[in-house]
Nanobody, 116 residues
Framework: QVYLVESGGGSVQAGGSLRLSCKAP???????????MAWYRQAPGKQRDLVAQ???????TYAESVKGRFTISRDNSRKTVYLQMNSLLPEDTAVYYC???????WGQGTQVTVSS
């Protein structure tokens, strides 16, 4: 397991922006760097869905619903992955979770609330 800590959530109005961070403070780089990292989200009463993922080679893929609005990135030297969220919509409201694919580890989640 990799210990993951998310931060950056909050409440914003529609059209606003937030930047989420996910750090792996206790991981060694040989564990963090080779793994695909991902952001998922889960709205109340719904399943947890993939939002974006980034490979060790920094190739990114996105859910259709966030393409053009969200950007995932990673800084391996800091063992951190980011999710820049722009043009937020009320339907983006959810708990956002970080995921380390190699070890199937999850963070505790960070709440994002977008009001109309």
């Amino acid at each position: 397991q990799v210990y993951l800590v998310e931060s950056g959530g909050g409440s914003v109005q529609a059209g606003g922006s937030l930047r989420l961070s996910c750090k792996a403070p206790r991981a060694i780089t040989s564990v963090f760097n080779p793994s695909t990292m991902a952001w998922y989200r889960q709205a109340p009463g719904k399943q947890r869905d993939l939002v974006a993922q980034i490979s060790s080679a920094k190739l990114a893929t996105y859910a259709e619903s966030v393409k053009g609005r969200f950007t995932i990135s990673r800084d391996n030297s800091r063992k951190t992955v980011y999710l820049q969220m722009n043009s937020l919509l009320p339907e983006d409201t959810a708990v956002y979770y970080c995921h380390h694919s190699e070890t199937m580890s999850w963070g505790q989640g960070t709440q994002v609330t977008v009001s109309s």
